[in-house]
């Protein structure tokens, strides 16, 4: 063993020396976290609004998310899906019966979740109508995951750029811009997929209108819709999953982010019909379904689909989208703020286009987490149970932050 390994002190400048450089981390390196507050190594605190970019929707630490992974670690971790197991099989009940779908895929992010729903639409337009009917629709600045195909069913050129010769039959429409969907779309297209609020792109709601009309022009065209749910979902709207609050049924839902609460899980939610597409040895996962993902994920789900934790989404980001317009007038910072529930944008003005990095290195300073979404949106997406004093305080320390860079 060499001595480098028996090194205690680890900082930033160590990530320059040993990771891949495709991320560029803050200098402070959490250590640990209790409900929606984060210390450092250095033993400073943080209020968390960035919830791991939507993922620990019950923050850090919480008691019964902790006890789930516990006891599933004294029983059995790993299996493969040559069994099953009692903990993916609860899961997929509950994930059934509460929503539209029949049939459950496990996968173990959100990429992966897409990856296996890009599959099976074109799996399933093969079987139904043949290979003519394969292409994809997606939305421009849309974001489904860091895979190859994802990458490009996304649309967001910047992710694809240099990476060609990339996957076919993928085209991109203008979101909330019915017009430019119909003019595109044909008994060719075998699936439209969408965000019902674009995330990664800036945080923009699809409206009522925009999502009816696609259900509309899927069904004329025989195109199945595809809602990618992997940030909005799991109570982030105020809904279970946000198509509920839309008044329109996607035909496959993807799944992941908080799904975990910080455990990796995702998975891919569909009706009887088009899963049966998905026949023995078409697709597959080793970890997908495994039994300490799952236990984690029924905490998960029974603590956050109850009507109290969704109303209370609902009040808190009343709330916060309050304090965020007050704080963007009085520092002339930001044009709008916009989302929905938990999931929010604050839309930086004409003065301050490009630097919403600004914004999240100024909150790091001054003892709050927040994100980004794209060069001009600071995002907040916190625990979906944090508490009132939590929202006070992490509020006036991004106060603090935003007054001192503007
Ligand atoms: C984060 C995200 C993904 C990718 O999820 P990973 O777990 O990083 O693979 C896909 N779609 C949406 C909408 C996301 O926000």
Redesign the pocket.
Known sequence: MSDKSAHSNYTRATFDEVMVPNYNPATIIPERGDGSRVWDQDGNDYVDFAGG??VTALGHNHPALVKALKDQADKIWHLSNVFTNKPALELADKLTKATFADKVFFAN????A?EAAFKLVRKYAHDNFGPEKSEIISFKQS????TLF?VCVGGQPKYTEGFEPLPGGISHAEYNNLQSLEAIISDKTCAVVM?PVQ??GGIVPATEEFVKGVRALCDKHNALLVF?E??TGVGRTGHLYAYMGMGVTPDIL?T??AMGGGFPI?AMLTTDKIAASFVPGTHGSTYGGNPLGCAVSNAVFDTINTPEMLQSVLDKSAKIVARLEEIGKKYDVFSSVRGRGLLLGAVLNEKWQGKARQFIEAGWQHGVMVLVAGMNVVRLAPALNITDEEIEDGLNRFEKAVASIA
């Open positions: 970019i939507a992010s959100g990429g992966e897409n974001f489904h995951g860091r994802t965000e995330g990664e990618d992997v940030q993807t992941a982010k995702g």
